[in-house]
Each structure stands twice: as C-alpha cells, then as structure tokens.
C-alpha cells in the first residue's frame, strides 16, 4: 500500500521556490500557451489508462485502452474475463503479464468496496481523503492518483511524471535526490491549485521538446536564467 508523503520544504525554501515557479510557469505558457489535451476520461477509464501507459508510449497506450474498449462491452467484463484475454488484448502496451492483472485488480477492488464499478464518489470527499482511497489499491501510487483526480474530476492534485520529474529537478523546484513520489507533494505545495492543469501538460511538453533526458536542447530554451542544471553543468561545468 502507498501511503501519500506530507512531506515540504521549510517556509523559506517554499516562498523562494514559489517565486522561482512564478518566474517559469509564466515563461512557459509564453512559450507553449495553454495547452490542450485529449477530453477528459471518466474515472475507471482514466485508471485502466493510466495503468496501461506504464512504461509505454502515448500511442502504445491508447492502441491497448481502445482494444479494451472495442473487444469488450464494459469495465464489468474486463473485471471478469480470464486474465489471458486482457493480457492478449493489452499487448500492445507491454508488460501484458504486469499489467492485465493490475487492471483487473483495481477494478475488483473498487467492486468490492463501493459495491459496483463506480470512482464517482470520489468527487465528495476531502482531496486527501481521496488520495488516501486511490492510492490504497496495490500498485496505485501517486501519480496515477493524481491523474485521475486532476483529469477527471478537475480536483486539484499535481502529476508527476518522467519528464516532470526532471524537469523540475534540472530546474531546482525541487531538490536533485527528491524521489518523484515526494515531488508530488512538494509541487503541489509550490504551484498554484489553478495552474496543475497547464503547469503538468507544459512540463511534459517542454521535456519532450527540449529539456530532453540524454541530450537537453540548452541552446533553444527559454529557461537557462532560471535553471539550476545550465547554471551548474553547461555554464560552469567545473564549478
């Protein structure tokens, strides 16, 4: 079971790093604008999404969930098909044998506490309250979590993923070692509730397009003034 971290940073270091998110959230939707997404999925769909978009890509991901969808008539059946039709069907996402039986862990779960197929109720309850819910299912951490609260319900909770997670590490938001379970909290906790939307799709996007994993594209980017990784290793390698 995973358990959220109340984790922060100290009030001096918050107020510095919110006005260091200030300086880059603004410089971002410079860049990039509001972005716009895929429409919002309903709860269980977002889950079984997310689940699938585990060490995957996008389009690897929606060839799984839309194979889902078209091979069977609801989450009901999923739930309860033999796991080697959800593997089959799924494959295209990898990890079939991980993940196929997640998916129809989760569901069961949910069945079993709420008695039907059903996250609507997560709607009314307190955010950590429902963090706590999601996050006491095996294999739900916070990120998916976050997804499904922020996506669905427009709750405010801050996703972390890869690219958001080093994103925000190379820029110092967050502290080089911080895990991106923690980071989840300490975001949260530095970007304001009405910015998780475009600050978690900007951050995606720039991580994609130019603060890349093996070879940042420094010279294109709009940020190096407010970037603790161009100051420290591109600027002054050395020291």
Not at 28 to 36: D, M
Not at 195 to 202: C, D, M, Q
Not at 212 to 221: D, G, N, Q, V
Request: glycine share 4%; with cysteine.
């Amino acid at each position: 079971m995973t358990q959220p971290s109340n984790s922060v940073p100290n009030p001096t270091i918050l107020a510095a790093r919110r006005a260091h998110y200030r300086r880059i959230g603004d410089k971002l939707q410079t860049l990039y604008g509001y972005p716009e997404w895929r429409p919002a999925l309903p709860p269980v769909d977002e889950l079984v999404s997310t689940i699938l978009s585990q060490n995957t890509s996008d389009t690897n991901r929606d060839k799984a969930f839309f194979a889902l969808k078209a091979k069977f008539a609801d989450w009901e059946s999923v739930r309860d098909a033999p796991v080697e039709k959800i593997e089959e069907t799924i494959r295209p996402a990898g990890l079939a044998k991980q993940k196929a039986p997640r998916i129809q862990e989760a569901l069961l779960y949910i069945t079993e506490k709420q008695g039907k197929l059903s996250l609507e109720f997560l709607k009314d309850l307190p955010v950590v309250e429902a963090k706590h819910w999601l996050t006491s299912m095996n294999g739900i951490g916070p990120k998916t979590t976050a997804i499904i609260l922020l996506f669905a319900f427009n709750i405010p909770a801050f996703p972390v993923d890869t690219h958001v997670h080093r994103v925000t590490g190379r820029l110092g938001l967050i502290d080089e070692k911080t895990s991106a379970d923690r980071a989840h909290d300490e975001l949260e906790a530095i970007i304001p509730a009405n910015e998780f939307y475009p600050a978690h799709l900007n951050f995606i996007r720039h991580g994609r397009e130019i603060c890349k994993a093996r070879k940042p594209l420094c010279e294109r980017c709009p940020l190096t003034s407010d970037c603790r990784y161009y100051q420290q290793v591109v600027e002054s390698p050395h020291g």
